[in-house]
């Protein structure tokens, strides 16, 4: 109990600092997350939602990328997972199915403590499954998730695909998800042609025992704004998912433009 407590007040610290260090509070901040539950089920094979939930209360962000969701299957019981965390976490749930799966769907979703504004959803290539773009609109930011294919080819065609669909965007928008790719790789190379990397892509995210590679990312748009990171840490919680989940704090500064 005493090291939960501590680990709390650790990201509270780190939150108040981060909002005070932002332009002198001129401009706008936001703590961003990314998190590949794996339907839920963690390394003990234990399917917990609470387990989840608790870890994003901890961050507290202004929104996080869902990967691996289901929706009403039978695996999960007819559960709509991502209600479930939502209710457990006091956000709001944006879902984006990307294929039919045992009598329900499966797909990727976005937590936000607003309501967006505004949704669109885009269909990606995996040859393995289809993938999705998800991207919601709220007052001031857009926040995207998506889960590239496990194919290079169908990566690469999707990293092409995101960056058209999101050109002309004119607020601050960020992306996340899992990229099925690492630092280095062409899809990222492509990727990096519209995004920069916010999240620390040096960090490992997988295997949750021992990771050896970074495949899960944060980005911000390079649409004009100057995004200033100010934390970016990838959480040591190797028991919820086979993901480990990342965050950052990040912020615009208001009239100041690249």
Not at 109 to 130: A, M, N, Q, T
Not at 156 to 161: F, I, N, R, V
Not at 194 to 212: G, K, M, Y
Request: proline share 4%.
């Amino acid at each position: 109990m005493k090291q939960e407590y501590s680990r709390i007040a650790v990201f509270l610290i780190l939150w108040i600092s981060f909002l005070y260090s932002c332009v002198g509070g001129k401009g706008d901040a936001w703590r961003f997350m990314s998190y590949n539950v794996h339907n839920f089920v963690g390394m003990d094979d234990v399917r917990d939602y609470q387990r989840i939930a608790d870890i994003i209360n901890d961050v507290a962000p202004d929104a996080v990328a869902v990967q691996e969701i289901d929706s009403a299957t039978l695996r999960s019981g007819g559960v709509y997972t991502l209600q479930e965390l939502a209710d457990r976490t006091g956000m709001y749930a944006t879902y984006a199915p990307a294929i039919d799966f045992q009598g329900g769907k499966y797909g990727v979703g976005i937590l936000s403590k607003e309501k967006p504004l505004s949704v669109r959803v885009k269909h990606l290539p995996g040859r393995e499954e289809r993938r999705v773009l998800l991207i919601a609109e709220f007052e001031e930011y857009v926040f995207a998730c998506t889960h590239f294919s496990l194919t290079e080819e169908d990566r690469l065609t999707s990293a092409a695909m995101v960056c058209e669909e999101v050109k002309g965007t004119e607020k601050p928008l960020f992306l996340a998800g899992d990229m099925n790719s690492t630092p280095g790789s062409s899809a990222q190379a492509l990727l990096g042609e519209c995004f920069n990397a916010l999240s620390d892509p040096e960090v490992n995210t997988i295997p949750v025992e021992r990771p050896e590679e970074c495949i899960d990312y944060i980005y911000g748009y390079r649409n004009g704004h100057a995004y200033t990171v100010l934390h970016r840490e990838v959480i040591d919680e190797r028991m919820a998912s086979d993901h480990l989940p990342l965050f950052v704090d990040v912020c615009t500064a208001d009239g100041h433009r690249r």
